[in-house]
């Protein structure tokens, strides 16, 4: 089944302990990206990748890292969560098509709250 | 700031009634309307997308309107049926782009 997997879905840490929300997809998307979505402002994209070893900030990157060694995964790393950083977080990937009618496949999501 | 402004943040609606999303967009460069929709505890998912070379494109239930003179594309789902509650965002993408701009979404819930 074509799919975007992400782990862990739910995650409870404390403020300052690193932590890694891993991104796998089956369909040899070339286009990955992270989004994290809060009551009220919708989808807001963090970071996205463009190809491998191809990563670009979005609209709110500041305490996020990324990393594309390989087109499959697409890991979001907390080095430091604080509790601004509690949200829902989805991974989406896409084929590259030039012409723009990019459909993007969707993670399940992953709940985090930072205490 | 938003470039792409959905509205409204909430919708409730009766069952066999019309449920209207609309998104206004200022991008003239964005050439690609997808909506996804978004059930409790899933990710979002592409319920139907527009080109602005058509005013209009139905899916079984669903139709988008386009206006581009306007720059406003909606979203409607005629004899909205309880099984329709989800989140809806809007999205736009300029041409040759793969990253799209949602708008913050809309909250549907249809009472049976």
């Known amino acids: 089944e074509a799919q975007v997997t992400q782990n862990p879905r739910y995650l409870i840490t404390v403020t300052g302990k690193k932590l890694t929300v891993t991104c796998s997809q089956n369909?040899?998307?070339?286009?990955m990206s992270w989004y994290r979505q809060d009551p009220g402002l919708g989808l807001r994209q963090i970071y996205y990748?463009?190809?491998?070893?191809?990563?670009d900030k979005g609209d709110v990157p500041e305490g996020y890292k990324v990393s594309r060694k390989e087109k499959r995964n697409f890991p979001l790393i907390l080095e430091s969560p604080s509790p601004n950083q509690t949200s829902l977080y989805f991974c989406a990937s896409s084929l590259r098509r030039g012409s723009g009618a990019n459909v993007l496949t969707f993670g399940a999501g992953s709940r985090l709250t930072v205490l | 700031q938003q470039q792409v402004k959905q509205s409204p943040q909430s919708l409730i609606v009766q069952k066999g009634g019309i449920s209207i999303i609309n998104c206004a967009y200022e991008n003239t460069a964005f050439d690609y309307f997808p909506w996804y929709q978004q059930f409790p505890g899933k990710g979002p998912a592409l319920l139907i997308a527009?080109?602005?070379?058509?005013s209009e494109k139905k899916e079984g239930r669903f139709t988008i309107s386009f206006n581009k003179s306007a720059k406003q594309f909606s979203l409607h789902i005629m004899d909205s049926q309880p099984g329709d509650s989800a989140t809806y965002f809007c999205a736009a993408s300029p041409g040759g782009s793969y990253i799209p701009t949602f708008g913050r979404g809309t909250s549907l819930i249809v009472h049976p």
């Open positions: 369909m040899n998307h070339e286009y």
């Open positions: 990748s463009m190809n491998v070893e191809v990563t």
């Open positions: 527009i080109r602005p070379d058509v």
